[in-house]
């Protein structure tokens, strides 16, 4: 910094300014202390600022089942958020949310100086009582529920699981079948539960579930058995990519959606918009959820946050899977 500031003919302080992003340079010294910076090779040392101010510009994600779309989409939107903030990630996968495999992936992130941590795990197992989160760091959890006494973000997953049912009853169907996510996702539970209470208050009959894996394979397996149903009028699929195996098994069937069966999804994958027929669904703004959770932790690492829930809306967006019954 010293070689910066005699190369710019400005004062330590002033290139200590422009390092650090601040924004009381003027714009003519801004590019002078800059271009002194390129032609010494100066790099700002991350490790030195730790040092300096306690601050590593680091966050851990410790994060389950990668591979699902809504995994993958909020750990792609807390990447995003966190480097608009001025901060990388280290990413820490658990293959089961165990006291030992979570312990264990905080103190690698504590090797690793973080200074905070955001737990993407949406099984059970992270609720139980003996799962303990370590003590130390500011921390918070995305989709689990009313957990603990960390901050919590996620999806209104209920109202759009309401949403979507009430569309299909509001149409005139009699009933709305439901294929399900793995009974270990919260996601998958308060989905099921939404639907079922939607139809119970509404005094409609209650097929049992159909327990899916969140996987088009999966869909289109309980497609095949809910196509061979003439009373099968409406299906809610817990996820598009469930959907889109349902749209499958409908067709080889000769099943047509929306004329015999009407179809809606949840998430709003890029790719639903195209299926066919374009996929009715709940759209989740996994974008708002990275953003929201980065927000919240650094307000915790800055002692500025309060522990609390975060919910951030979902919206039914009707496309041509859903129609009125055929009165055939």
Not at 65 to 77: E, I, M, V, Y
Not at 177 to 199: C, I
Not at 244 to 252: C, D, N, Q
Not at 323 to 328: G, K, L, R, T, W
Request: hydrophobic fraction near 40%; glycine fraction near 8%.
């Amino acid at each position: 910094m010293a070689d910066v500031a005699r190369e710019a003919g400005v004062s330590g302080q002033t290139v200590s300014r422009v390092a650090n992003g601040k924004a009381n340079v003027d714009a003519a010294t801004r590019e002078r202390v800059l271009a002194a910076m390129r032609r010494v090779g100066y790099r700002p040392n991350s490790a030195a600022r730790a040092l300096r101010n306690g601050r590593f510009r680091s966050i851990g994600v410790i994060i389950s089942a990668l591979s699902t779309f809504g995994n993958s989409r909020t750990l792609d939107a807390v990447a995003t958020a966190s480097a608009d903030e001025g901060f990388s990630i280290i990413l820490m996968p658990v293959t089961r949310p165990s006291q030992g495999e979570v312990s264990g992936a905080f103190s690698r992130l504590n090797e690793q100086a973080v200074d905070g941590v955001i737990i993407l795990i949406e099984q059970h197992e992270l609720d139980q009582s003996e799962i303990e989160l370590p003590h130390g760091l500011p921390v918070v959890v995305i989709d689990a529920g009313g957990r603990r006494d960390h901050p919590v973000v996620d999806f209104d997953q209920a109202s759009g699981a309401i949403a979507a049912t009430r569309h299909l009853l509001d149409l005139g169907h009699e009933t709305v079948w439901h294929v399900a996510g793995p009974p270990e996702s919260y996601a998958a539970e308060r989905r099921r539960k939404s639907w079922q209470q939607t139809l119970e208050e509404d005094g409609r009959e209650v097929p049992p579930p159909l327990i899916g894996d969140w996987s088009s394979r999966s869909g289109y397996e309980h497609g095949v058995q809910l196509a061979g149903g003439p009373e099968v009028t409406a299906v809610f699929a817990a996820n598009d990519q469930m959907a889109l195996g349902l749209l499958r098994a409908f067709h080889e069937k000769g099943r047509s959606v929306p004329r015999d069966v009407s179809v809606v999804g949840f998430d709003d994958m890029d790719e639903a918009a195209h299926f066919w027929p374009p996929l009715t669904t709940v759209r989740q703004s996994f974008d708002e959820v990275g953003k929201r959770a980065v927000a919240a932790l650094l307000a915790e690492i800055t002692e500025a946050g309060t522990a609390g829930a975060i919910s951030v809306p979902t919206e039914l967006v009707v496309r041509s899977s859903t129609a009125a019954p055929d009165p055939q």
